[in-house]
């Protein structure tokens, strides 16, 4: 599975840099894009982009403004989706490595379902796509000429000038 990891989450003292061949211990966040809520479907999970994938899963847990999935693997939001458990979401998702809501506070939380999984580091890409500024001092990267490279571990103090975004490609050792 390739999962998204921006450097800030590494700034911020939540992981350590990750390298090739290491083995981590994290739970998976999603940001759903356009997605819809549907009473029937079937669990399917295709990479569609970089750390984007479509996906249909079903509701396995929802509390407040969070929500757990099952799309093959588990993930949290904390994004508002109004879907009740067992209904599915279906659409696009992006996935990444929990920035700490999961670990820090939900987690703790003893009818929350454990979702956090050990994973095998196989691959690090470091996207190098180029920036454009959106508005005056916003930039955003111009998915029309994506590109990365591959690199051996992540360096989030340096790399892109502390902005870097990683693409780590992972093996589920064993889920929670």
Same mark, same amino acid.
């Given at each position: 599975? +390739?999962?998204?990891?921006? #450097?800030?989450?590494?700034?911020?003292?939540?992981?350590?840099?990750?390298?090739?061949?290491?083995? +981590?211990?994290?739970?998976?966040?999603?940001?759903?894009?356009?997605?819809?809520?549907?009473? =029937?479907?079937?669990?399917?999970?295709?990479? +569609?982009?970089?750390?984007?994938?479509?996906?249909? &899963?079903?509701?396995? @847990?929802?509390?407040?403004?969070?929500?757990?999935?099952?799309?093959?693997?588990? #993930?949290?939001?904390?994004?508002?989706?109004?879907?009740?458990? &067992?209904?599915?979401? =279906? &659409?696009?998702?992006?996935?990444?490595?929990?920035?700490?809501?999961? @670990?820090?506070?939900?987690?703790?939380?003893?009818?929350?379902?454990?979702?956090?999984?050990?994973?095998?580091? *196989?691959?690090?890409?470091?996207?190098?796509?180029?920036?454009?500024?959106?508005?005056?001092?916003?930039?955003?990267?111009?998915?029309?000429?994506?590109?990365?490279?591959? =690199?051996?571990?992540? *360096?989030?103090?340096? *790399?892109?000038?502390?902005?870097?975004?990683?693409?780590?490609?992972?093996?589920?050792?064993?889920?929670?």
């Amino acid at each position: 599975m +390739r999962i998204g990891l921006s #450097a800030w989450i590494i700034q911020d003292g939540n992981y350590p840099d990750f390298a090739v061949g290491g083995v +981590r211990s994290f739970a998976l966040e999603f940001y759903a894009q356009p997605f819809a809520i549907s009473d =029937v479907g079937v669990v399917a999970c295709t990479r +569609r982009r970089n750390c984007v994938y479509d996906i249909c &899963g079903r509701v396995a @847990f929802r509390k407040d403004d969070f929500t757990v999935i099952d799309f093959g693997w588990r #993930a949290y939001s904390e994004q508002r989706i109004v879907a009740d458990v &067992g209904q599915w979401i =279906v &659409g696009q998702l992006y996935i990444g490595i929990d920035p700490f809501m999961y @670990f820090e506070s939900w987690e703790r939380q003893p009818d929350v379902p454990r979702i956090k999984s050990e994973w095998r580091i *196989d691959r690090i890409f470091r996207e190098t796509t180029p920036l454009i500024e959106e508005k005056p001092k916003y930039f955003v990267r111009d998915e029309s000429r994506f590109s990365e490279i591959e =690199v051996s571990k992540t *360096d989030a103090w340096n *790399d892109e000038e502390g902005n870097a975004s990683y693409a780590l490609e992972c093996t589920e050792i064993t889920s929670a």
